[in-house]
């Protein structure tokens, strides 16, 4: 299988900054995404990084180590309305072209 | 303009019964999936086509069966629905199936509560 894996919750404060890591199985990968998702909606796409290195998009950043197998997303001044479940996704050629999707951590922001 | 748009949103049905979703996307992609979220929020993927095309079927039951019409469409179809058929199914589409770097779109899910 390819073993996604990322922390269950996460809880932060408002105006902080949190990162969530995510480690995966690297034989055939070629891309790791990271997803949002509120409760009750669909997943939204925040970042894709393919290369080693940081990704940076406004408030959130990605960064991949290929070598290590590790990815983390970094969101910097925390809003409310981030509390929502970040997904680690990961895209295998090897395996019919797919992507793979962790479980999911949980984001509480409190005040 | 929905991208990707699932019917229905909602459905409850009995155990035994037979129904559909139906997913149409107007982004242009060729390449469009099936995933499943079940209770714990684990997205697992299920079928995807790629132009109509079937790319990939994961270990689903055959009670599960896609159809792709055409490349804008993918309907899925569940025989015999039994109670842990309960989830929510999304419908994705991405630009091309060797070039994932623009990311999936996903329909707005269709939560099925078998009863």
């Known amino acids: 299988g390819q073993n996604i894996d990322q922390p269950t919750e996460m809880t932060a404060t408002e105006g902080a900054i949190v990162q969530i890591n995510c480690t995966y199985q690297?034989?055939?990968?070629?891309?790791l995404f990271w997803y949002q998702q509120h409760a009750g909606e669909a997943p939204t796409f925040l970042s894709y990084?393919?290369?080693?290195g940081l990704e940076e998009k406004g408030r959130f950043s990605s960064f991949l180590s290929r070598s290590k197998g590790y990815s983390y997303l970094l969101l910097k001044e925390l809003q409310m309305k981030d509390s929502a479940s970040y997904l680690c996704?990961?895209?295998?050629?090897?395996?019919?072209?797919?992507?793979?999707f962790g479980a999911g951590t949980i984001l509480r922001v409190k005040s | 303009d929905t991208a990707v748009s699932q019917t229905p949103k909602y459905l409850v049905t009995q155990m035994g019964n037979d129904k559909s979703i139906k997913c149409e996307q107007n982004?242009?992609?060729?390449?469009m999936y099936w995933y499943k979220q079940d209770s714990k929020k684990f997205l697992k993927i299920m079928f995807s086509?790629?132009?109509?095309?079937?790319?990939i079927n994961e270990t689903v039951p055959n009670r599960f069966s896609p159809k792709s019409p055409d490349k804008a469409h993918l309907n899925l179809h569940i025989n015999s629905l039994e109670l842990g058929d309960s989830a929510v199914y999304f419908c994705?589409?991405?630009?091309?199936?060797?070039?994932?770097?623009?990311?999936?779109?996903f329909g707005s899910g269709t939560r099925l509560t078998v009863v």
């Open positions: 996704a990961c895209y295998y050629m090897e395996y019919g072209n797919k992507l793979v």
């Open positions: 982004l242009g992609h060729d390449t």
């Open positions: 690297t034989s055939g990968f070629n891309g």
């Open positions: 994705a589409s991405s630009q091309a199936l060797r070039h994932p770097s623009y990311g999936y779109t």
């Open positions: 990084n393919v290369l080693d």
């Open positions: 086509y790629n132009n109509k095309e079937l790319i």
